[in-house]
C-alpha cells in the first residue's frame, strides 16, 4: 500500500504521528445543537493531544429491534448537518449506508462511507460505496473470521478503489454477547489496510428481550487499552453527554466527560508499544 487511505483527506491533521486516529461521535445524529457539541469537544480534546479524529454520526438508523425505535431525525436533514460539521470545524466526517442507492447520496455530503458488520457481504453495497471513490471503512460481520474480511477488501479493490479501512467489532458469542478476539487485528492489517477497533459496539449484549440492546460501558477502557496494546491503527468510540438519554445505544455509549482521560491514557500505551 503507497499511502495511508486516510491521507486523501485534506482536512485530517496529525496522520504522520505514531498516534492512532479516532471515529467518534454519537450513534445517530439527534438533532444540529447536540452534534455540534459532540464535535467540538471531541476536536478540541483531540487537536490537543494530536490525535488525526474523524466525527461519525448515523443519518438514519436502519437496523432496530423494534419498529417503534428512534430511526432518524429525516436523511437529507442529519446529512446536511454532518457536511455543515465538516464544513465548519474543517473534520472529515463519516456515516454508514445501508443499500445501494444510498451510497451515491451520502457520498455528497461525506468523506467515508461505512458498511454496516450485518452488510459486509452484500456485494452490490461493496461495489456501489467503491465506486463513489470515497474511503470505505467496512466493519467486519458478528459472524465472520477476521480471515474471511479479505474478499471484502478484494471487492473494493477490484472495483478500483484502494481506500479500504476493516473495522474489528466482536463476534458473536451465545446470543446475547459479543467478545473480541484480538488476533483479528494483525490477520486483517496483513491485508495491507488499516484496522479500527469499535470500543463500544464490541461490548454491546444485543437480542435482549425487552427489544433494546444493552451494553457493558464499563469495559469501553479496558477495550480501547487492549486494542491499543496490540497495534490497532485507529479506534471508534460511540460518545454522548449523557448517554442515559441518547435516543440510540446509549446502553454502550462512553460518556462525553471521560473521553479525553482515556485517550492520555491511550497515547502512553502506543508510545511504549512504538517505542
Same mark, same amino acid.
Request: glycine share 6%; aromatic share 6%.
Given at each position: 500500500?503507497?499511502?495511508?487511505?486516510?491521507?486523501? /483527506?485534506?482536512?485530517?491533521?496529525?496522520l504522520?504521528?505514531?498516534?492512532?486516529? /479516532?471515529?467518534?461521535?454519537?450513534?445517530?445524529?439527534?438533532?444540529? $445543537?447536540?452534534?455540534?457539541?459532540?464535535?467540538?469537544?471531541v476536536?478540541?480534546?483531540?487537536?490537543?493531544?494530536?490525535?488525526?479524529? &474523524?466525527?461519525?454520526?448515523?443519518?438514519?438508523?436502519?437496523?432496530?429491534?423494534?419498529?417503534?425505535?428512534?430511526?432518524? &431525525?429525516?436523511?437529507?436533514?442529519?446529512l @446536511?448537518?454532518?457536511?455543515?460539521?465538516? +464544513?465548519?470545524?474543517?473534520? !472529515?466526517?463519516?456515516?454508514?449506508?445501508?443499500?445501494?442507492?444510498?451510497?451515491?447520496m451520502a457520498? %455528497?455530503y461525506?468523506? &467515508?462511507?461505512?458498511?454496516?458488520?450485518?452488510?459486509?457481504?452484500?456485494?452490490?453495497?461493496?461495489?456501489?460505496? %467503491?465506486?463513489?471513490?470515497k474511503?470505505?471503512?467496512?466493519k @467486519?460481520?458478528?459472524?465472520?473470521?477476521? $480471515?474471511?474480511?479479505?474478499?471484502a477488501? +478484494?471487492? /473494493?479493490?477490484?472495483?478500483?478503489?484502494?481506500?479500504?479501512?476493516?473495522?474489528?467489532?466482536?463476534?458473536?458469542?451465545?446470543?446475547? +454477547?459479543?467478545?473480541?478476539d484480538?488476533?483479528?487485528?494483525?490477520?486483517?492489517?496483513?491485508?495491507?489496510?488499516?484496522?479500527? /477497533? +469499535?470500543?463500544?459496539?464490541?461490548?454491546?449484549?444485543?437480542n435482549?428481550?425487552?427489544?433494546v440492546?444493552?451494553?457493558?460501558?464499563?469495559?469501553?477502557?479496558?477495550?480501547? @487499552?487492549?486494542?491499543?496494546?496490540?497495534g490497532?491503527?485507529?479506534?471508534?468510540?460511540?460518545?454522548?453527554?449523557?448517554p442515559?438519554?441518547?435516543?440510540?445505544?446509549g446502553?454502550?455509549?462512553? !460518556?462525553?466527560?471521560?473521553?479525553?482521560?482515556?485517550?492520555?491514557?491511550?497515547?502512553?500505551?502506543?508510545?511504549?508499544?512504538?517505542?
Open positions: 500500500m503507497s499511502q495511508h487511505p486516510l491521507q486523501a /483527506l485534506k482536512n485530517l491533521k496529525h504522520s504521528t505514531n498516534h492512532f486516529f /479516532l471515529i467518534a461521535g454519537p450513534c445517530a445524529i439527534e438533532g444540529e $445543537e447536540m452534534a455540534f457539541e459532540i464535535a467540538e469537544k476536536s478540541a480534546i483531540c487537536e490537543r493531544l494530536k490525535i488525526p479524529y &474523524i466525527f461519525k454520526g448515523s443519518y438514519r438508523k436502519a437496523n432496530r429491534s423494534r419498529l417503534d425505535s428512534f430511526t432518524g &431525525i429525516g436523511d437529507e436533514k442529519a @446536511k448537518i454532518l457536511r455543515k460539521i465538516g +464544513d465548519q470545524l474543517t473534520l !472529515p466526517v463519516t456515516t454508514d449506508i445501508h443499500s445501494v442507492a444510498e451510497a451515491a457520498a %455528497a461525506v468523506d &467515508i462511507l461505512q458498511i454496516p458488520a450485518f452488510l459486509c457481504r452484500q456485494t452490490d453495497l461493496l461495489v456501489a460505496a %467503491a465506486k463513489t471513490g474511503i470505505v471503512n467496512i @467486519k460481520g458478528q459472524f465472520l473470521s477476521a $480471515e474471511a474480511m479479505t474478499f477488501v +478484494d471487492k /473494493l479493490r477490484e472495483s478500483g478503489n484502494e481506500q479500504v479501512l476493516l473495522t474489528e467489532r466482536g463476534t458473536t458469542f451465545g446470543y446475547q +454477547d459479543l467478545v473480541v484480538f488476533r483479528g487485528i494483525p490477520v486483517m492489517q496483513s491485508f495491507k489496510t488499516p484496522v479500527v /477497533l +469499535d470500543c463500544t459496539h464490541s461490548l454491546q449484549q444485543p435482549q428481550a425487552s427489544g440492546t444493552g451494553g457493558k460501558p464499563g469495559l469501553i477502557k479496558t477495550i480501547a @487499552k487492549a486494542g491499543i496494546a496490540v490497532a491503527d485507529g479506534l471508534f468510540i460511540e460518545t454522548h453527554p449523557n442515559a438519554v441518547a435516543k440510540s445505544d446502553a454502550n455509549m462512553l !460518556p462525553l466527560d471521560q473521553l479525553e482521560d482515556l485517550l492520555t491514557q491511550l497515547l502512553k500505551i502506543r508510545m511504549a508499544v512504538v517505542s
